[in-house]
């Protein structure tokens, strides 16, 4: 009897961990799978090329890496911001293998062609000196559309290089511009927590002339980061009716995105969203713990305009 009960025991553990692993699965979102899948198909297309290797070694093994790393990401449920962004830079590093190993192939198609130009100056000398001099022309024609070709390909590869660089360092400002405002990083990306009474009276969605130095400084790091987008999200207490503080909170979100707006922030970058009690951050027992929950985030996307979570 204990051996079927410990087989059943063991029976139910795999069924809800399998169900857990499903569950975690379940919260990929869609871009977060479309990047990986372009990443590993950038980096296959890589791979399979015969001079890969010889050629563009560097950028295959950097694109392997961190093709890797975005898996790596996935299956440890980290920020889907950071998995998007391990797979943007591994289809960029194998796009630049590729543009390397166009390159090389057409530096062979210059020798090739000169080679022929070659042959065809020296068969003239025994031939017609008219159709000689017509497939001189022709070879030097093939030649300068592949050196146009190697020139294109090098500058493709440095283009490259450069967006790999300028997305580090714009995602680099934008955090630290943001962690000058206070924010924080969370899984759901940056947050900046506004406490209720620095921005409404108790039980007012009108904003406190106090707030206008703190929303001024947001609307211009959102006016400075066109493609950063933000979610503010209204909290209120547990005291009063469920309508009452959704309707209250939903209000005061709606009078911060309003006071960005006024600021010259594009109302398409904002969505207010008014959250009740049902997120608190401490107890609602105590008159400290009403206030901390008493609360409006700004929750803010990635440089691409990607939130990290679906919060």
Do not use: W
């Amino acid at each position: 009897m204990k051996v079927v009960m410990k087989v059943r025991d063991i029976r139910t553990c795999s069924i809800v961990a399998l169900l857990g692993l499903l569950a975690a699965c379940a919260t990929t979102r869609p871009e977060t799978d479309s990047a990986l899948e372009q990443a590993r198909t950038a980096v296959h297309t890589l791979e399979i090329d015969p001079l890969a290797a010889q050629t563009a070694g560097q950028p295959l093994q950097d694109a392997r890496a961190n093709l890797a790393a975005a898996e790596t990401a996935q299956r440890d449920h980290r920020p889907d911001d950071e998995v998007i962004h391990l797979a943007y830079l591994a289809r960029r590093h194998a796009e630049i293998g590729q543009a390397m190993i166009a390159e090389n192939r057409s530096q062979k198609m210059i020798a090739d062609a000169q080679t022929q130009r070659q042959q065809v100056l020296l068969s003239a000398r025994e031939r017609e000196a008219a159709a000689a001099r017509a497939q001189a022309q022709q070879a030097q024609a093939q030649a300068d559309a592949a050196q146009q070709q190697a020139q294109s390909a090098q500058q493709q590869a440095a283009a490259a290089q450069n967006q790999i660089a300028a997305a580090n360092d714009q995602a680099a400002a934008a955090k630290a511009q943001l962690e000058a405002l206070q924010a924080k990083q969370t899984e759901r990306g940056m947050v900046l927590t506004l406490g209720s009474n620095m921005l409404f009276d108790t039980g007012s969605d009108t904003l406190k002339p106090g707030a206008a130095d703190s929303l001024s400084r947001v609307a211009q790091f959102l006016k400075g980061q066109s493609n950063v987008r933000i979610k503010i999200e209204g909290h209120t207490d547990s005291r009063g009716s469920d309508s009452y503080n959704d309707a209250l909170s939903q209000r005061r979100a709606e009078a911060v995105a309003q006071a960005l707006e006024s600021r010259g922030v594009d109302s398409a970058r904002i969505d207010a969203v008014g959250r009740g009690k049902e997120l608190p951050v401490a107890t609602n027992d105590t008159a400290a713990g009403r206030q901390q929950n008493r609360r409006v985030e700004l929750v803010f996307s990635d440089t691409q305009g990607q939130f990290a979570g679906a919060g």
